[in-house]
């Protein structure tokens, strides 16, 4: 007897739904060990939880109305670093090719981040009455500063340009954050996996990017990669054009579990008030430590490794490409870091992943040090390098050649193994807390505070490199290591204490 026509619909329904399902890399993501992480998920990521509409993806749990705008955000991200990514190593070479000198130059480079800081908190509540207005005036506010970079020819206007830049990211950024933040929200479980996604998009766009970006610069000249970064905004400004905003006038009484766990900071116009959100809760304040150190370890990659590559590394070529190992590194912290937090808890990954980022830096002076080891004036360690042919470490200093390189290198890397790590479970943790309706103004407060510390960070760092570099070689690194690991630690303690009081 055969079935009845609608029995064979509905199976062909349903196996056509799986194999969309199989064809899927995201859900495929996601669904990687999705039941350990719902039965390990802490209570701290319990905040914002809410029942999971029927519509709900059985075997990932992502809803299709999360599913579909969070792929295209991550495509338009990875557009838009590719773009960012070819003009990274081209910012001081541009400044040179129109006589800039190296103080005008560290202008340049720190011109966004102050007007990022400056911005910060005005972006972040427009952008809590809606996200999409945000990132498309962001968007192409960008493609029009880096036209302006690319035209500019003097130091004011350079810098005029960059400022642009700077309030361009700093709108498009906070919609992005809140964006995600929303998105996230719908799907809290998968929060970390979700956050490194994105992180690894970006990473990867920027390794790509570069690259290409050198072979566009040989081509055209130093100003065609600030038209790349202008292309990009506006394919990103494309894709922005289409995705749903997040912002509804239903979302206070849809989340009602989440409101009455994260209304600390919040005053009376339904603003997120930074200064309350420091003075009343520990998390936020040891966010803004933990992203104060960590700036100092990009400020660090930015104006310190470079610096140290090209001494241990062989010249420039060598600086290239322990940068661009670092970048790719990030596709290996990134998800790392994500599993991790949807583990153990967005609190333990970033002080975990930023502890082992800031020893890694700190050690970069002892790892330098390593030249004046001679292995045949130690006969322990002559016995070890000769007790085994297929010893590690001997491979090692055969492949690079010098030891001091090596361990350099090596250290760096996992630097930025650590830090990739830790980014998605820092951006987990405010979500987390943040005040429900003014997400993207709260969690422009770590923000803000990183941009400010990036604009001293580097004068820091070179005070120590110009005063005690030549005695100890990477002494900065250890300055910016032991901001990031004090940074780290103290989120821990402050976040937990902060979890014990809300838990009593």
Do not use: H
């Not at 338009?76 to 990274?88: D, R, T």
């Not at 055209?220 to 997040?246: D, K, N, W």
């Not at 430590?289 to 990009?298: E, I, L, M, P």
């Amino acid at each position: 007897m055969s079935p009845p026509p609608s029995l064979d619909k509905e199976k062909s329904k349903t196996a056509s739904a799986s194999k969309k399902k199989a064809n899927n890399p995201i859900k495929q993501y996601f669904n990687l060990n999705f039941n350990s992480s719902v039965r390990s998920t802490s209570q701290t990521e319990a905040i914002g939880q809410k029942q999971l509409p029927p519509d709900v993806d059985e075997d990932t749990n992502i809803p299709p109305e999360v599913l579909q705008p969070f792929s295209l955000l991550l495509l338009s991200q990875f557009i838009l670093f590719l773009g960012v990514g070819a003009v990274i190593p081209t910012i001081p070479l541009y400044g040179q090719s129109i006589g800039l000198s190296s103080a005008s130059n560290g202008l340049v480079i720190s011109a966004p981040a102050v007007a990022l800081l400056l911005v910060s908190r005005v972006a972040g509540e427009y952008s809590d009455r809606g996200r999409k207005g945000a990132m498309m005036g962001g968007m192409a506010i960008i493609a029009v500063s880096d036209v302006g970079t690319a035209l500019s020819n003097s130091l004011a206007t350079l810098v005029l340009a960059r400022l642009g830049l700077g309030l361009g990211r700093g709108y498009a950024e906070a919609g992005e954050r809140g964006m995600l933040t929303d998105l996230a929200n719908k799907t809290p479980r998968l929060r970390g996996r979700a956050l490194a996604l994105q992180q690894a998009c970006v990473a990867m766009g920027i390794a790509l990017g570069a690259p290409l970006g050198g072979m566009v610069v040989e081509e055209y000249g130093a100003r065609s990669a600030f038209l790349c970064v202008s292309a990009a905004a506006l394919v990103s400004l494309a894709i922005y054009s289409i995705l749903p905003e997040t912002v509804t006038k239903e979302m206070d009484v849809a989340e009602p579990s989440r409101s009455s766990n994260t209304d600390i900071g919040k005053n009376d116009d339904n603003g997120a008030d930074w200064l309350q959100l420091l003075q009343t809760s520990p998390t936020w304040r040891s966010l803004a430590v933990a992203q104060s150190g960590t700036s100092f370890g990009f400020a660090c990659k930015i104006a310190i490794i470079p610096i140290l590559a090209n001494t241990y590394l062989g010249g420039a070529t060598g600086a290239g490409l322990l940068l661009s190992a670092a970048g790719l590194a990030g596709l290996v912290g990134a998800p790392l870091g994500g599993f991790l937090t949807d583990k153990a808890g967005s609190r333990v990954a970033a002080a975990v992943a930023g502890s082992m980022s800031g020893m890694a830096l700190a050690l970069v002076p002892l790892g330098l040090s390593l030249k004046e080891i001679d292995a045949s004036g130690s006969p322990l360690l002559a016995e070890g390098l000769s007790s085994s042919s297929n010893n590690l470490w001997q491979s090692i200093l055969t492949g690079v050649g010098r030891p001091e390189a090596t361990a350099f290198t090596i250290l760096v890397i996992l630097w930025s193994v650590g830090a990739s790590a830790q980014g998605p479970a820092l951006t987990a943790l405010a979500q987390e807390n943040a005040p429900m309706g003014s997400e993207a103004t709260a969690l422009g407060l770590p923000r803000a505070v990183g941009d400010g510390t990036y604009i001293v960070a580097p004068l820091i760092l070179g005070y120590f490199a110009d005063t005690m570099g030549d005695a100890v070689p990477g002494v900065s690194c250890t300055v910016a290591g032991g901001a990031i690991f004090l940074g780290s630690i103290g989120l821990f303690l402050l976040s937990s204490a902060d979890q014990t009081q809300k838990e009593k």
